[in-house]
């Protein structure tokens, strides 16, 4: 019983190693002083962090990485959390139906989304442009902030907001002051969950960007592809930093674990 | 005004004494629902549609037209595109190498991830969070970080291969990088935080005096494992399972930086006819051939075990 018990938790390790373990040697491989990359890395220097800053590309992309994660997350949430608040709150028919619809664009796989949206835009002109971009960046958004605010939602006192109203509080005023506050919390776990998803994302990115607008993560793919560079790594690094921080968020917000658990099982 | 009405009505609603009053709630509720609920879903409903299911539809509808040499389409409805695709060995072979490194990745994951599940339910609330944490937080980095990771260890002078030399297990390095192990070894890195959830998830809705029970009627932890906890489990094998195997069938970014053009699975095919060749038709017939495949093959291996020995357990 003893000797199976150990041989369950040595098991459980070596998977958590496997998991953890690709993202665990980029960050020593990023303070190489070789020009190619390696893990174990060869000698200590922060060159390819200072590289980093000479080259226009990677800033640029950092910044529209960043820019238009915080524009998905933007609407995805206004548009998610008022959707959230009309399935939890109204009767409305086949609901069970209406939040699956809404939750869809994540059971279709990302690289057929790409393709569709590609499709679809060209004709429209929005192909290659940013308005294109972030709209696609909202639909794969979407799904993860109806989840979290419904979610949010369901432990949700409605006489908190009848008591509001009976005192005279007008409906913007009860949303204001009274739900709001109390959604907080799902709402901020939604608007980081779907920043991490538009920032991290590759595959529908890959349909939607043009030379003059690219990302990061679609700057470390075409890096990977075409010539293996130590600033990948630094870059790499960079990207792990920026998320590790929002996960410390989300986890103390919501728990990692639970936003993924509860959407899957 | 409005909402004030609307909250008093609702409280006489709840009212569960006069017959009458039951009878009229459906109809009320209805009526004074509708209005501000549909203003507010009406945004995101919009998008949706716009935005992902006319998309969706106008690509199964170029499905099926035909494109002439110079790229421009007659109005011709045709099932030639399919015909094309099954009838042409090189992308029927894609096909088949996208199932078969998707099934690899299923076993794999599952075989790793069933201890970590395991682990998670014999462990208090608290610990279940903290492995919770270190097992999901590596999806919210993105995938392209993590198959970098997967480069410097994969490298014929990398880690895997330096250890694995130094312990004398091989003599020569293994070709890990670009090839199918690779992406075996990438894929399963990545969706495996989502069978260990699965399973864990029905591992917790295990009543734990069953295990009690059979260790009191005399079987070994062995026996009760196989008898109790594996059979009760099944439910979130299969989803895990199910999960796995469709990310891992649609999934570019690892076969293509993991495989490259070694390892040409469907989506590697797709992504090459669309943005590179412009055939986008044909592109369109591939992802839905994409699509039926994975959902038939789901489809079968789940129905095969809601109706299978155990088919009780999935009720």
């Known amino acids: 019983m003893k000797s199976l018990g150990k041989l369950r938790m040595a098991a459980a390790v070596i998977t958590i190693i496997y998991i953890l373990i690709p993202l665990i040697v980029v960050i020593p491989a990023s303070f190489t002083s070789a020009n190619y990359p390696s893990f174990p890395a060869e000698g200590f220097s922060f060159q390819w962090y200072t590289e980093l800053l000479n080259r226009p590309e990677f800033v640029e992309a950092m910044v529209n990485s960043v820019k238009f994660a915080l524009l998905a997350a933007f609407f995805s949430v206004v548009f998610g959390t008022l959707g959230a608040l009309a399935i939890a709150k109204y009767d409305i028919p086949g609901k069970a139906y209406l939040t699956s619809l809404l939750t869809s664009p994540l059971s279709v796989p990302q690289l057929v989304l790409g393709i569709a949206l590609l499709i679809y835009f060209t004709p429209m002109m929005l192909a290659g442009t940013s308005t294109g971009f972030l709209l696609a960046h909202i639909v794969i958004c979407i799904p993860y902030v109806i989840r979290l605010v419904l979610t949010g939602l369901s432990g949700f006192d409605y006489n908190l907001e009848r008591a509001a109203a009976i005192l005279g509080a007008n409906p913007v005023v009860v949303f204001w002051k009274v739900t709001l506050p109390l959604i907080r919390p799902a709402i901020i776990s939604g608007g980081l969950f779907a920043f991490l998803t538009s920032f991290d994302n590759v595959t529908v990115s890959l349909f939607m960007v043009s030379p003059d607008m690219r990302t990061l993560p679609i700057e470390i793919f075409s890096q990977m592809q075409d010539a293996y560079n130590p600033i990948v790594a630094s870059v790499s690094s960079l990207v792990i930093f920026i998320s590790v921080i929002l996960i410390i968020i989300l986890e103390k917000l919501q728990g990692v674990g639970k936003v993924f658990g509860g959407s899957h099982s | ?240 399972c199910v999960l796995v195997f469709s990310l891992s069938m649609s999934a570019y970014v690892t076969p293509a930086l993991m495989g490259g053009a070694n390892v040409p699975m469907m989506p590697v095919v797709a992504y090459d006819q669309i943005n590179n060749l412009l055939r986008w038709t044909f592109g369109s017939a591939i992802s839905y051939v994409l699509l039926a495949t994975t959902l038939i093959t789901v489809i079968v291996f789940t129905r095969t075990f809601e109706r299978g020995k155990f088919k009780e357990v999935f009720r």
């Open chain 2, 1 to 240: 005004m409005e909402p004030v009405r609307h909250y008093a009505d609702q409280e006489i609603n709840q009212e569960p004494n006069t017959g009458a009053n039951l009878q009229k709630t459906p109809k009320n509720k209805k009526r004074r629902s509708w209005g501000p609920g549909l203003l507010l879903l009406l945004p995101i409903l919009l998008f949706i549609f716009g935005f992902f299911i006319v998309p969706m539809l106008y690509i199964l509808y170029l499905s099926f037209i035909t494109t002439d040499e110079i790229g421009g389409t007659t109005a011709a409805y045709s099932l030639k595109n399919y015909a094309q695709f099954f009838t042409d060995s090189y992308y029927l072979s894609s096909l088949w190498l996208t199932v078969k490194i998707s099934l690899y990745t299923v076993i794999l994951s599952l075989l790793l991830a069933y201890p970590v599940a395991l682990t998670m339910a014999k462990s208090s609330p608290r610990v279940r969070g903290y492995i919770a944490l270190l097992i999901a937080s590596p999806l919210l980095v993105s995938i392209v970080v993590r198959n970098f990771g997967w480069y410097l260890l994969l490298l014929p002078n990398g880690t895997i291969n330096q250890t694995l030399m130094s312990l004398g297990i091989i003599n020569a390095p293994l070709k890990l990088l670009f090839s199918e192990l690779g992406v075996v070894i990438g894929l399963s890195n990545a969706y495996l935080p989502f069978m260990i959830l699965a399973i864990a998830t029905s591992l917790y809705n295990i009543d734990p005096s069953l295990e009690k029970a059979s260790a009191i009627l005399g079987a070994s932890p062995l026996r009760s494992f196989f008898s109790i906890t594996l059979p009760l489990s099944l439910p979130g094998i299969v989803s895990g």
